[in-house]
């Protein structure tokens, strides 16, 4: 199936007319083509983006809200459809696709469609100077949304919410290596009744299509989600524009386990935050560190819970792991398992790839257990982004803490302890955005979300993205108080 761009409305070929193969990484196969973008695409969307712009900014909250509910409507309607097309394109389980991915993209237009009717601004009385003040919350104008493979609609949605429900028009790239359910979103959209040129969809390689929005004069804020080297370019190329940014980037999470846990519930938790979407979230906790006294145990039960899991076709219910993204990624991942050796690491559990039966040249790889004994090692130390995670023993709260923290990255941590104190006193010297205790990825979409460090700079969720995708212009007005107060005399 051929994908096109959406823009004003309408799909189109790219300009240059080139095209990028699309693989269905179950099977290792081309099945479509995507387009391979250029300037002038996305100098098509930008067009299309500011000429819709002054009509959308100043369409009611009500209408802008009712268009979101009815897009969030219509992504439910579809979701088997888009949860196909999703594990398609990215090889994860449909199961997955069904309960996590296609329903988060549909609260994320509702979640925002709603917040933005409590979306407020502040007013500042300055006493005694006669004088008031108040802050408008004005939309950016056109922004940029671009977001990567491992959740393709999921983060994809995250952005252009909120940046369509503040009144801002976008121009927005998904993964050239997931392209399709953010193809499908334009139908859905153009259903819905969303105004021509209010989203754009421009498909391609980060490296041009991606590049051309970064580097658009006239784009005034780009939301971006993906690895920390990308968000470090397009840093250095919209800092000269003065640009607001917003980038969630990668990580490599701590998750810590004391003795004194709920162990079998940190148990199924920790097979789930480790290897759910084989392990390419950026929440995973990819470092495990177990309080000794419960090492050993753990490491047996773990390797057990782990050997159960069920790798094949993602069309499979059965299936707990599908395939990874591509052949480039897995090859990325199985070299650390590989050198494993190498960065002082003994394979506890999987590290080999998988042949599935009917699909063999999909890219299928065993859930990996590495027990490594420092933590500065390269395994513990690069965000492999895949299914393998390591595994370490700790003395003591400040031994373990100190290991937390010495990493670039800072985007999540887990913490499994019933210890109040202990928890308390921890959270607070974390270095992380997000720091859950006894559970993992229970999201409240009006908390902030983002990391710290390598892991970005911004938030988003709640009413901080709606802050992102807005200016604030004070008002200030000055006035004048007769003797009785008020402005008619006796
Ligand atoms: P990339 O950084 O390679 O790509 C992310 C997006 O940016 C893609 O759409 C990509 O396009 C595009 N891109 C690449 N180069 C440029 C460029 N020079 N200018 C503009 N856009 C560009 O990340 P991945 O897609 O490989 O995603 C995995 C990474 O994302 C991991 O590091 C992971 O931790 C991180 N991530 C972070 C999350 C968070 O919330 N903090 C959540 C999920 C993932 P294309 O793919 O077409 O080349």
């Not at 028009?169 to 959209?189: D, H, N, Q, R, Y």
């Not at 495990?288 to 057990?304: A, C």
Request: hydrophobic content about 40%; aromatic content about 8%; some cysteine.
């Amino acid at each position: 199936m051929n994908i096109q761009n959406y823009i004003y409305g309408r799909f189109i070929d790219p300009v240059s007319n080139e095209w990028i193969d699309n693989y269905n990484p179950s099977v290792g196969q081309v099945y479509g083509q995507t387009p391979n973008s250029g300037k002038e695409d996305v100098e098509k969307a930008f067009q299309a983006a500011n000429k819709a712009f002054p009509s959308w900014s100043n369409t009611s909250i009500d209408e802008r809200s009712r268009i979101l509910l009815k897009i969030a409507q219509l992504i439910t309607e579809k979701q088997s459809e888009l949860a196909a097309a999703e594990s398609k394109d990215n090889g994860k389980p449909l199961a997955l696709a069904t309960a996590i991915d296609i329903p988060r993209a549909s609260a994320n237009f509702r979640f925002f469609a709603n917040a933005i009717t409590q979306f407020a601004s502040e007013a500042h009385e300055s006493v005694g100077m006669d004088a008031m003040n108040f802050t408008l919350r004005q939309p950016l104008g056109v922004v940029g949304c671009i977001s990567p493979w491992n959740l393709p609609l999921y983060l994809f949605t995250w952005k252009i919410a909120p940046a369509l429900a503040a009144g801002n028009c976008v121009v927005a790239k998904p993964s050239e290596v997931t392209p399709m359910t953010a193809f499908l979103l334009g139908e859905i959209c153009n259903r819905a009744g969303l105004p021509k040129g209010v989203l754009n969809i421009v498909h391609g390689l980060g490296t041009t299509t991606g590049q051309a929005i970064v580097a658009h004069p006239k784009i005034k804020a780009i939301s971006f989600t993906g690895g920390t080297q990308t968000g470090a370019h397009i840093a250095r190329v919209a800092a000269p524009m003065f640009k607001k940014l917003s980038l969630e980037l990668g990580g490599k999470n701590p998750n810590i386990i004391f003795s004194d846990c709920d162990y079998e519930n940190m148990l199924h938790t920790t097979v789930r935050s480790s290897f759910a979407n084989q392990g390419q979230i950026c929440l995973c906790g990819s470092r495990i560190f177990v309080e000794r006294g419960i090492y050993q145990r753990f490491k047996v039960d773990f390797v057990e819970a782990v050997s159960k899991l069920k790798i094949g076709d993602p069309a499979n219910p059965k299936t707990d792991i599908g395939a990874l993204v591509s052949d480039q990624h897995l090859k990325k991942v199985t070299s650390y398992i590989a050198n494993a050796h190498k960065y002082g690491g003994t394979v506890l559990f999987g590290g080999n790839n998988v042949q599935v039966e009917g699909l063999e040249h999909g890219y299928y790889l065993q859930p990996t257990i590495i027990e490594v004994q420092d933590n500065q090692c390269k395994l513990n130390q690069e965000e492999i982004f895949g299914p393998v995670v390591t595994i370490m023993p700790f003395d003591t709260e400040e031994e373990v803490l100190q290991m937390a923290n010495d990493i670039t990255y800072g985007l999540s941590a887990t913490l499994w302890t019933n210890n109040l104190n202990r928890t308390m006193q921890m959270v607070k010297q974390i270095q992380a955005g997000i720091v859950w205790i006894n559970t993992w990825l229970l999201r409240d979409l009006r908390t902030p979300f983002g990391g710290v460090k390598n892991s970005g700079v911004g938030r988003e969720g709640g009413f901080e993205a709606l802050r992102f995708f807005t200016e604030p212009k004070n008002i200030c007005i000055k006035y004048q108080t007769s003797e009785n107060g008020l402005t008619t005399k006796k």
